[in-house]
């Protein structure tokens, strides 16, 4: 198998033309394409290990990514299960409808993720027909090591099940993506036969997935100029890029693709996605917004001032934090340590800041405090890109209360701690059974602390206002607290992830009243596996579900064994105070699903 990047240097040298990506990469033209921002945070990036997402939830992210200015979103599987379905649905319904602020009025693409056979086809199709614009996106591998292994189907079946699969999808509607899967370890030659018969079928984008991270810049953009150069009908497509960070390229090899053709790129907040992740949304248009030369599209309609809002309320919703020394939205990402540099910032901010902090939303460090004003308040809010909230009196002023009343212990309120209340209370929507409503703990250290106990005191108020108190013994006040609140609510609930982050310190000292955030997951201590359609095309009953992305998962709010998993957060300047209001928030989720399952 000939390697892409040769493939197009041959082409390219046989028409004495420089290649699509050299003549892209120092080009001054004034005259750019349009570039399709295509999210799949709520797809791809749902299948991160630990990520879980509420029908709510999922509902929020997609308005949340209409505002920043997303083209098309990736919604979810809705075969993967009927929660699955409902939230594309609901998303459909609203995120698929929004106008305001958009680019021209248009509103945001809805898409579905789809195999290549009817029954996937017709359920995506279900849910994403909602919106305006819809898409229907399908694939099939098309690597030798997959049809042979996986799928159990030779290469001609695969032209002709995609060929056939793309044109029922194109007798629903118009907007068809195709993936060939793994594309990066395909034969060039078969590749090419297999585009152009999708293309004939009526598909009308390619998408051309690393779908294992396996390829390096040149390679993958040689790909796209070898296959637009060859493809009959290439022009009459948009190209895609779909790429995974297992070499920590995939943000590279997106780039390199669109300065060879490419004019999709799909992408996550926060490189969410299967095992290492997806392109990051951030790193790509900023990259295009900071060095735009080198580049001949544009990505009109991204307000990148909502991308720290975005990144944030992604992070509060999976439960997966945002490393510090990530790009463009870490909490690094603008800081300054070294003196030297320092130095160079307080003297010109462009000496080491290529990108300034106001221009992804992540503003500066303005502090508000208990004395604070509803309108102060309400500015900053806007300045960080939470506009929509600073615009609704209600969720303003539910907002100023609980930042007073944290301001009251930690006596001033950075914009780190402004952002994790808006994502404390953004958790917290969706039906509340249990509230805190008291707690008192009492712990004793023996033995230099090797020797720990605690008894915790919790007074909890139902959904119908009744308040109920109990008290629990166990290891530490924590997990006294959780025994406690466990004795209320009676539900075999089990604690299957805990992670502690410091936020920010305050006035009185470094770090001594710092507002502390919880994220945890639970599950049923009895949870079943959830019944998914194992069906494939090809009559191989395979039991699995092939993924564009490279994995063979597929449920949504659910981890590798199919039990459904629940994300809580909570704020304080209590520790135990936060993992009683993020355990109490995951508990609720649980209790929800189960109600909706129940009714349904």
């Given at each position: 198998m000939r390697p892409f990047g040769s493939l197009a240097r041959r082409i390219a040298q046989q028409s004495r033309r420089p290649s699509p990506r050299s003549a892209a990469a120092f080009s001054t033209a004034t005259e750019k394409d349009r570039l399709v921002i295509f999210d799949t945070t709520c797809r791809d990036g749902e299948q991160s290990p630990g990520a879980a997402l509420t029908e709510l939830e999922k509902v929020d992210i997609c308005k949340q990514l209409s505002r920043l200015g997303v083209d098309v979103c990736e919604a979810g599987f809705p075969i993967a299960s009927e929660g699955d379905f409902q939230a594309?649905?609901?998303?459909?319904?609203?995120?698929?409808?929004?106008?305001?602020?958009?680019?021209?009025?248009?509103?945001?693409?809805?898409?579905?993720?789809?195999?290549?056979?009817?029954?996937?086809?017709?359920?995506?199709?279900?849910?994403?027909?909602?919106?305006?614009?819809?898409?229907?996106?399908?694939?099939?591998?098309?690597?030798?090591?997959?049809?042979?292994?996986?799928?159990?189907?030779?290469?001609?079946?695969c032209v002709e099940l995609a060929s056939e699969m793309v044109a029922f999808a194109k007798s629903l509607t118009d907007d068809i993506e195709f993936s060939p899967e793994d594309a990066g370890r395909s034969d060039p030659a078969f590749l090419a036969e297999l585009c152009t018969a999708v293309i004939e079928a009526g598909a009308t984008t390619i998408n051309l997935p690393d779908t294992v991270g396996y390829t390096v810049p040149d390679e993958y953009a040689g790909m796209f100029a070898y296959l637009i150069a060859e493809v009959p009908g290439a022009s009459n497509v948009i190209w895609s890029t779909h790429c995974h960070n297992d070499l920590g390229l995939a943000t590279a090899n997106s780039l390199a693709a669109v300065q060879s053709g490419a004019r999709q790129v799909e992408v996550t907040l926060n490189s969410l996605g299967e095992r290492a992740g997806n392109t990051s949304l951030e790193e790509v248009v900023m990259a295009l917004?900071?060095?735009?030369?080198?580049?001949?599209?544009?990505?009109?309609?991204?307000?990148?001032?909502?991308?720290?809002?975005?990144?944030?309320?992604?992070?509060?919703?999976?439960?997966?934090?945002?490393?510090?020394?990530?790009?463009?939205?870490?909490?690094?990402?603008?800081?300054?340590?070294?003196?030297?540099?320092?130095?160079?910032?307080?003297?010109?901010?462009?000496?080491?800041?290529?990108?300034?902090?106001?221009?992804?939303?992540?503003?500066?460090?303005?502090?508000?405090?208990?004395?604070?004003?509803?309108?102060?308040?309400?500015?900053?809010?806007?300045?960080?890109?939470?506009?929509?909230?600073a615009n609704d009196e209600e969720q303003l002023v539910k907002l100023v209360e609980g930042a007073k009343a944290v301001a009251d212990q930690k006596k001033v309120i950075s914009d780190d701690d402004l952002r994790t209340l808006l994502g404390v209370a953004m958790d917290s929507q969706g039906p509340i059974t249990w509230r805190l409503h008291r707690l008192h703990v009492a712990g004793d250290a023996e033995d230099e602390g090797k020797k720990v106990s605690?008894?915790?005191?919790?007074?909890?108020?139902?959904?119908?206002?009744?308040?109920?108190?109990?008290?629990?013994?166990?290891?530490?006040?924590?997990?006294?607290?959780?025994?406690?609140?466990?004795?209320?609510?009676?539900?075999?609930?089990?604690?299957?992830?805990?992670?502690?982050?410091?936020?920010?310190?305050?006035?009185?000292?470094?770090?001594?009243?710092?507002?502390?955030?919880?994220?945890?997951?639970?599950?049923?201590?009895?949870?079943?596996?959830?019944?998914?359609?194992?069906?494939?095309?090809?009559?191989?009953?395979?039991?699995?579900?092939?993924?564009?992305?490279?994995?063979?998962?597929?449920?949504a709010m659910s981890n590798t064994s199919g039990m459904p998993i629940f994300v809580g957060t909570g704020s304080s300047t209590d520790i135990v105070v936060a993992s009683a209001q993020a355990y109490l928030g995951a508990v609720n989720k649980l209790i929800a699903a189960e109600e909706a399952d129940a009714s349904s």
């Open positions: 594309v649905s609901q998303v459909a319904k609203t995120a698929g409808v929004m106008t305001e602020g958009r680019y021209e009025g248009r509103p945001m693409r809805i898409a579905g993720l789809s195999r290549a056979n009817k029954k996937d086809i017709e359920r995506c199709y279900n849910a994403v027909k909602h919106a305006p614009l819809h898409r229907i996106h399908t694939f099939l591998a098309s690597s030798d090591i997959h049809l042979e292994h996986k799928l159990g189907i030779t290469r001609a079946r917004r900071t060095r735009p030369h080198l580049f001949p599209v544009h990505c009109t309609g991204i307000d990148t001032k909502q991308i720290m809002r975005t990144s944030r309320m992604v992070a509060t919703y999976t439960g997966i934090a945002v490393q510090a020394n990530k790009a463009i939205v870490g909490a690094n990402a603008f800081a300054h340590e070294s003196g030297i540099h320092q130095h160079g910032v307080l003297k010109h901010a462009a000496t080491y800041e290529i990108i300034t902090p106001e221009s992804v939303g992540a503003g500066s460090e303005l502090v508000l405090g208990k004395l604070s004003g509803k309108a102060a308040y309400k500015q900053r809010l806007i300045e960080l890109g939470f506009e929509s909230i605690a008894n915790a005191m919790v007074t909890l108020v139902n959904k119908d206002g009744e308040t109920i108190t109990d008290t629990a013994m166990g290891a530490g006040p924590v997990d006294a607290t959780f025994k406690a609140i466990l004795r209320m609510i009676e539900l075999p609930v089990k604690l299957t992830a805990y992670n502690v982050t410091k936020i920010h310190g305050g006035s009185g000292g470094p770090g001594n009243d710092a507002l502390a955030s919880i994220v945890l997951r639970v599950q049923r201590q009895d949870a079943q596996p959830q019944p998914h359609d194992t069906s494939f095309p090809g009559g191989q009953g395979a039991m699995f579900f092939p993924d564009k992305g490279g994995s063979d998962s597929v449920a």
